[in-house]
C-alpha cells in the first residue's frame, strides 16, 4: 500500500509565502511523475503543478512566475513553494503521484493524498 501525507498549509495574507510537502511512503518501487492539483469552493479540481522524474516541470498559467514544484527522489517528496498568494489561490491543494509498487512494478498506478486546505486572507 502506497501513501501521500501533504503538510504546510495554513492561513496566509495576500503577497504571503507558503511551502507544501507531499511524502510518499509504503511499498515503493519507484516514483514516475509528481505533482499538485487544487480544488476551490464550487469549482472542478485544476492542475497546480508536476514534475518528472528527470525534473522537468509544467505550470497552470495562473501559478506561473510564483509558485515553484521541486523533488526529492531520495525522500520520496515533493514540494511546492508559493509566493506572491493571492486570496484565489485560497483552495483545497492535493498531491498526486504516479507509482510503482513494489508488488506489481511493471504497473503505473496513481495516488492521491487526502487533501490539505490553503487559505489566502487578510
Known amino acids: 500500500q502506497v501513501r501521500l501525507v501533504e503538510s504546510g498549509g495554513v492561513l496566509v495574507q495576500p503577497g504571503g509565502s507558503l511551502r507544501l510537502s507531499c511524502a510518499a511512503s509504503g511499498s515503493i518501487f519507484s516514483i514516475r511523475g509528481m505533482g499538485w492539483y487544487r480544488q476551490a469552493p464550487r469549482k472542478e479540481r485544476e492542475l497546480v503543478a508536476v514534475?518528472?522524474?528527470?525534473?522537468?516541470?509544467n505550470y497552470a498559467d495562473s501559478v506561473k512566475g510564483r509558485f515553484t514544484i521541486s523533488r526529492d527522489n531520495a525522500k520520496n517528496t515533493v514540494y511546492l513553494h508559493m509566493n506572491s498568494l493571492k486570496p484565489e489561490d485560497t483552495a483545497v491543494y492535493y498531491c498526486?503521484?504516479?507509482?510503482?509498487?513494489?508488488?506489481?512494478?511493471?504497473?503505473?498506478?496513481?495516488?492521491w493524498g487526502q487533501g490539505i486546505q490553503v487559505t489566502v486572507s487578510s
Open positions: 514534475i518528472a522524474t528527470g525534473k522537468s516541470t
Open positions: 498526486n503521484a504516479a507509482v510503482r509498487p513494489y508488488s506489481d512494478n511493471d504497473v503505473t498506478y496513481n495516488y
